[in-house]
């Protein structure tokens, strides 16, 4: 074991002392609507519910994105270790939801604790893992150091860490190696994020390539599909999905650039965060044009230009129908969101520059010809217009995206359900 530096020491110091500021966040946190009041407890390490029979294996993800990506890697777990249930913990309200829908019987989630001792030891005392893994960058010291000292076999999978948070860990080099040596495992979700926790960890770290490759196409509800494709009829549209504010402007601007020469256009604004519905509409008022909101339960009618779709886990609705999709977080440093969803369900895909969450399979999409490089509204608009235009080509990247996608899954999850064995294998039967 790494000897813990003097600051990770501070940082539990600081933290045990820290209750009363602990318990006032939280209850700022419910106030804003931010915490489930039926469920506060489970984020002081209070179980709402019993802990199963037998094996636990525990899974950690921060929000939607790591929860909804380690669901192939469940059904597999589900398959390889029947025996065991699988305990998943996430931190937003939003992820909760969606666990509720999408786990499969066997698995079940709880909110995970707030970092602090007390929290943490009551969580880890209540539930006693028999194994742990952590997605993506969800690293808490308290968490993880308290798993650590009881024992817990850890893997850090999909492992992802923007140049920004990794120059600033290489600052504090010593706690980044502590940190990270309570992993068995380290899994890169590519080879740059693999290069960066081999840094700090200062042990090998292999990439398999990233877990969301093994993703199952996004559900639709059939009858709201049903109901979707009849309002939009035969207009031709496109869907801008997990915008940003400021990529928002560059959208409208290229629907008005295309609306020139496409006077019924519809283009749908899915915005990463749906509760900012409110300010998109303003966006699009303020230029001129008419929208309607899919959280006030409208379709979109033949007057409006935009549709601004504001609601949580209908993605898959809207790849379905339309045909071509820019995915947001690119035009600005956000580095990207996950072109697979579109990719699984037939859309050729646009996005900007700023990708760097996930520049490996993007660089290997663009390869296949499965998607386009755009950097502001001008090129948006170009390429939108030269995808609408002409369906053969159109139809040509959204196939080479998706046999791209459909190809890479199954390996991704193979080699790395291979690869955490050395965990796995610690787990009693």
């Not at 045990?16 to 039926?38: F, H, Q, T």
């Not at 407890?41 to 094996?55: M, Q």
């Not at 999709?325 to 990207?336: E, M, P």
């Given at each position: 074991m790494t000897p813990e530096p003097f600051s990770l020491r501070a940082?539990?110091?600081?933290?045990?002392?820290?209750?009363?500021?602990?318990?006032?966040?939280?209850?700022?946190?419910?106030?804003?609507?931010?915490?489930?009041?039926?469920?506060?407890?489970?984020?002081?390490?209070?179980?709402?519910?019993?802990?199963?029979?037998?094996?636990?294996?525990?899974?950690?993800?921060?929000?939607?994105?790591?929860?909804?990506s380690v669901l192939p890697l469940i059904e597999r777990l589900r398959v390889l270790r029947p025996e065991a249930g699988i305990l998943v913990t996430t931190g937003t309200v939003t992820s909760a939801r969606l666990m509720a829908e999408r786990l499969p019987p066997g698995a079940f989630h709880q909110y995970a604790p707030i970092d602090h001792p007390a929290f943490v030891g009551a969580f880890l005392d209540a539930w006693r893992p028999d194994a742990g893994l952590f997605v993506e960058s969800e690293l808490w010291p308290g968490l993880i150091g308290a798993a650590q000292a009881r024992q817990v076999p850890l893997a850090l999978v999909n492992g992802r860490m923007s140049p920004g948070a990794f120059h600033a860990w290489r600052k504090r080099p010593a706690v980044a190696r502590a940190l990270l040596s309570a992993f068995d495992v380290i899994l890169g979700q590519d080879r740059a994020n693999a290069s960066r926790f081999a840094e700090l960890s200062g042990r090998e770290v292999r990439s398999f390539g990233n877990l969301k490759q093994a993703a199952p196409p996004l559900p639709a509800d059939a009858s709201k599909l049903h109901k979707l494709t009849e309002a939009v009829g035969g207009r031709p549209c496109w869907l801008a999905a997990s915008t940003h504010p400021g990529e928002e402007e560059e959208v409208i601007d290229a629907h008005k650039r295309l609306s020139a020469t496409m006077p019924d256009l519809l283009t749908i604004i899915a915005p990463r965060h749906p509760e900012r519905g409110g300010s998109v509409d303003a966006l699009v008022r303020g230029a001129g044009l008419s929208a309607s909101r899919r959280s006030r339960s409208?379709?979109?009618?033949?007057?409006?230009?935009?549709?601004?779709?504001?609601?949580?886990?209908?993605?898959?609705?809207?790849?379905?129908?339309?045909?071509?999709?820019?995915?947001?977080?690119?035009?600005?440093?956000?580095?990207?969101?996950?072109?697979?969803?579109?990719?699984?369900?037939?859309?050729?895909i646009l996005t900007g520059p700023k990708i760097f969450n996930f520049e490996e399979t993007y660089a290997a999409m663009r390869g296949a010809g499965g998607s386009a490089l755009v950097r502001n509204a001008r090129d948006l608009s170009a390429s939108l217009a030269r995808l609408m235009n002409d369906p053969m080509t159109q139809n040509q990247m959204a196939q080479a995206a998706q046999e791209w996608s459909d190809g890479a899954a199954s390996a991704v999850l193979d080699d790395i359900t291979g690869a955490l064995a050395p965990v796995l294998d610690r787990v009693p039967c």
């Open positions: 940082y539990r110091a600081a933290t045990s002392l820290m209750r009363p500021v602990a318990d006032a966040i939280l209850d700022r946190r419910l106030k804003a609507g931010k915490e489930d009041p039926d469920r506060i407890g489970e984020r002081r390490g209070v179980p709402g519910r019993p802990r199963p029979d037998g094996p636990l294996l525990w899974i950690h993800g921060a929000s939607v994105g790591e929860s909804l409208d379709l979109p009618g033949p007057e409006d230009a935009i549709y601004i779709a504001d609601t949580l886990g209908e993605l898959g609705l809207f790849y379905r129908i339309c045909n071509v999709a820019f995915i947001g977080g690119s035009l600005i440093a956000v580095g990207g969101h996950n072109p697979l969803e579109p990719a699984r369900l037939g859309c050729a």
